[in-house]
């Protein structure tokens, strides 16, 4: 592919869609072997998130001007669709002749000049018909207007239409279409108000310790190298308050990795405390060290383990705080992942469930009499969320769910539901979607 804007792009959403690639990681991979200057990187990187939050409605909207089956198409060609028609619709800024144009010569550079006519006549078509396009309207059909223009897969958009009714599954699926707002977590001791002048951010609205709507890029400040403040959004920053820890407390934290509620909970417990955190995944924990390092913390033990197969410590067999923040299918913080709305699968819900409820069953173990056990998952599919810890419950009559307000800001306890759930949704209250439950043993 050619290392343009444009041709990283092309080259991300082609590995995304063939290989099942993380966005992220190819993308980064892809930008560190360019020389593109940041105004590029920063285009390219907008390509490839946009058109990958917008692809449902991009490809309603191309079917309109086809004459065949997108899906027929090579795969190259239709991401160079879509790559097209995200610029024309999406990119008021990119005058419609330069949107084709470029698309064009972007076939011929990438190895599609045979397409390239045909490229051009379906982008010139749809950009003359723009007025013309029709989505189906909520009214009418809710599971067709929330999957094209709510942008979803229809296995999805059927679930949420059929969870949360038709309005709400719409404002939810919008929400998702949007970039997230940039977040951070002032670490202890740091001057929140002089770093949100610097950032040219404002208060949270949730967490104590949160900065959002960051205007500067919060990684390329002194203060992130400084480890005064971590790159979290205000949902995440709620779910280690649950577990009620203090100062010189021990915290098992079971799914740490890449490691911000890790460095949370370390700075919480401080230096006279230990925070153990443990994962599965080896390259995954060296984020979990980098973090301390830049930080400064020195009261981290990072292990490598399977928590469903036990803790395996060699020491201490029960401790008074265990968080679970388990895997999960991530459809509360799809605007951050967008790849995962089309990489996921109708069955991969209930997988992600079965390995939830085993991860809690292992960690029960470990959590000593009048122990806090946290679970909390970033999604908010039924299986995932209330049906884990029914389930959890139901097969564990010594654990019972505790009250969390006790341990949040007064601001917060709203977001408390009848069940006693931490829950956040994104066309709610403006955060990432959190599904986090406190529970203790007798």
Not at 107 to 129: D, K, Y
Not at 180 to 190: D, K, Q, Y
Not at 387 to 401: A, R
Request: a positive charge; proline letters at 5%; one cysteine or more.
């Amino acid at each position: 592919m050619p290392r343009t804007a444009r041709g990283i792009a092309l080259h991300v959403l082609v590995r995304v869609e063939r290989d099942r690639a993380w966005a992220d990681l190819a993308l980064h991979a892809a930008l560190v072997d360019s020389v593109l200057e940041r105004r590029d990187r920063a285009f390219a990187t907008e390509l490839v998130y946009g058109g990958l939050r917008m692809r449902g409605r991009l490809d309603a909207a191309l079917q309109q001007v086809l004459d065949r089956e997108l899906g027929e198409l090579e795969i190259g060609v239709r991401n160079l669709l879509r790559l097209g028609t995200y610029q024309l619709m999406c990119l008021p800024r990119t005058r419609a002749a330069v949107a084709v144009d470029e698309t064009v010569k972007l076939a011929r550079a990438a190895g599609f000049a045979r397409a390239s006519g045909f490229v051009n006549a379906v982008l010139r078509e749809l950009s003359r018909r723009s007025g013309e396009l029709s989505f189906p309207s909520l009214a009418e059909d809710a599971v067709g207007h929330v999957e094209q223009w709510g942008s979803l897969p229809r296995w999805l958009a059927e679930r949420w239409v059929a969870e949360l009714g038709p309005e709400e599954a719409a404002a939810l699926a919008l929400s998702q279409l949007e970039a997230p707002p940039r977040a951070v977590r002032v670490s202890p001791g740091a001057d929140r108000q002089r770093l949100a002048k610097r950032l040219a951010a404002k208060p949270g609205r949730w967490a104590p310790d949160a900065l959002t709507d960051c205007a500067r890029d919060p990684v390329s400040t002194a203060a992130f190298r400084r480890g005064e403040l971590t790159i979290q959004d205000e949902a995440s920053q709620l779910v280690p308050l649950l577990l009620g820890a203090e100062p010189g407390d021990t915290v098992v934290d079971c799914c740490a990795a890449p490691g911000t509620k890790t460095v949370q909970l370390a700075q919480q417990v401080g230096r006279h405390g230990e925070v153990i955190a443990l994962d599965v995944n080896p390259e995954r924990l060296k984020r979990i060290g980098q973090a301390a390092r830049r930080i400064g913390l020195e009261n981290l033990r990072i292990l490598e383990r399977d928590s469903i197969r036990g803790f395996d410590l060699r020491g201490k067999l029960r401790f008074p705080r265990v968080l679970v923040d388990a895997p999960c299918t991530g459809l509360g913080v799809l605007r951050r992942n967008p790849d995962a709305r089309w990489r996921l699968r109708a069955e991969d819900v209930a997988a992600a469930a079965n390995t939830q409820i085993r991860l809690l069953d292992s960690a029960a173990r470990y959590v000593e009499a009048g122990g806090v056990l946290v679970y909390s998952v970033c999604t908010i599919s039924i299986e995932e969320t209330s049906g884990v810890v029914s389930q959890f419950l139901d097969g564990h009559p010594d654990w019972k769910g505790d009250d969390p307000r006790p341990f949040l800001p007064k601001r917060v306890h709203e977001l408390i539901d009848p069940s006693g759930a931490l829950r956040t949704w994104p066309h709610r209250h403006g955060c990432d979607g959190f599904y986090a439950v406190r529970m203790v043993r007798s």
